[in-house]
Nanobody
């Protein structure tokens, strides 16, 4: 059974940076496409970024393009989300997810972490 554990969230001022990590266990990490999603209070979960198993291809939501960077270290079974130039509207619970296809749709991911809170103050 695949397990995902996120870390790295916290409180940061607007313009600041955070780096989220997600450690995956229980599967062959390099076979998984990894995605990051977020959910703000009162809103639906939304796609943030995705990266292929090899790390050779990635994609971002328009709202974070140019500010966030997804990466992975297959030797450490870990995917990262570097978040720079943070804005108050980035405040949300951030989730990592593991799937088999390169997708922006949450329903294509079968395993999810518990989430980590990111709060950006103005």
């Amino acid at each position: 059974q695949v397990q995902l554990v996120e870390s790295g969230g916290g409180l940061v001022q607007a313009g600041g940076s955070l780096r989220l990590s997600c450690v995956v266990s229980g599967g062959t990490f390099s076979l998984y496409t990894m995605g990051w999603f977020r959910q703000a209070p009162g809103k639906e979960r939304e796609f943030v970024s995705v990266i292929t198993g090899s790390g050779g291809n990635s994609y971002y939501a328009n709202s974070v393009k140019g500010r966030f960077t997804i990466s992975r270290d297959n030797a450490k079974n870990t995917v990262y989300l570097q978040m720079d130039s943070l804005k108050p509207e980035d405040t949300a619970v951030y989730y990592c997810a593991a799937g088999r296809i390169f997708s922006t749709q949450a329903e294509n991911y079968g395993s999810w972490g518990q989430g980590t809170q990111v709060t950006v103050s103005s």
